[in-house]
């Protein structure tokens, strides 16, 4: 399906003269992935140069990897999201795979420790049941992005707060990806309170942005491990459109 906009990519480059680098890469076997991924970035001699991460329809698995990656090799990191202009307005995701722990950012999980599960939700409640059920947390927070832009208070907040206000254990909270540090501060002041007595696990189905205020918390506090949900299924037409361009430094 991505053919078509891999080859304007590539003629692209070609025309403005830099160079095109495919990897390859399965996300149904994230070790190979790890090792391709390992095996490319060894190869552009990034020490001590400036490095831009274009995130923008980057799984967040990749992103974490790339950014973890990026750092061992001494590169300056930064980053840069554009917005799109839409989404499908039926349905992005579907039919969520069995999540699991981000190899080199799983964390240190301390035994006979209950689990806290943190999610940066997204249009999708789906996602956030498939997580519950394979880590079964003693407590489950969840940051619901704030503000109406592109339908979000209905297709966000509106339906996580329908399906689990009043169940036990969850307790929902405000968080703007969209913000200078992406809720790097809500999170660092929601999950410090269980930093001594649980295992804390994170992850985020919601705005891309929140990928890297994840990746600060965990290098924050690298006990936290992050995990990653795959989606079996992707709307082709997942959004269309690009708006505004984010960029920040790592």
Known sequence: MTSASRETMRVACERA???????????????????????????????????L?????????????????LES????????????????DKWLTRDPGTPRLVLKLSGIAQPGRPTALVVITGYDTQRVEQLRSEYE??????GTQVGPRMENLERNPA?????????PSVELFDIDAFSSDHG?????????????????????????????ALYRCHREYP??????T????????????MGEAVFGDL
């Open 17 to 51: 003269g830099v160079e095109y680098r495919p990897i390859r890469l399965s996300y149904h076997d994230p070790i190979s992935a790890w090792r391709n991924m390992m095996s490319a970035f060894d190869q552009l001699n990034v020490e001590g140069k400036d490095v």
């Open 53 to 69: 991460l274009n995130i923008s329809t980057m799984p967040r698995e990749a992103i974490w990897t790339s950014l973890w990656m």
């Open 73 to 88: 090799l001494s590169a300056k990191i930064k980053y840069v999201y554009f917005k799109p202009g839409a989404y499908n």
């Open 137 to 142: 947390p003693a407590i489950t927070l969840l």
């Open 159 to 167: 339906l996580h707060r329908k399906q689990f206000n009043g169940a």
């Open 184 to 212: 790097f501060a809500t999170l660092v002041r929601r999950v410090k309170p269980y930093l001594s007595r649980f295992n804390i696990v994170m992850t985020s189905v919601g705005p891309k942005l929140s990928a890297i």
């Open 223 to 228: 006990q936290i491990g992050l995990t990653y």
């Open 230 to 241: 795959p989606s079996n299924e992707v709307n082709p037409e997942y959004s269309r459109g």
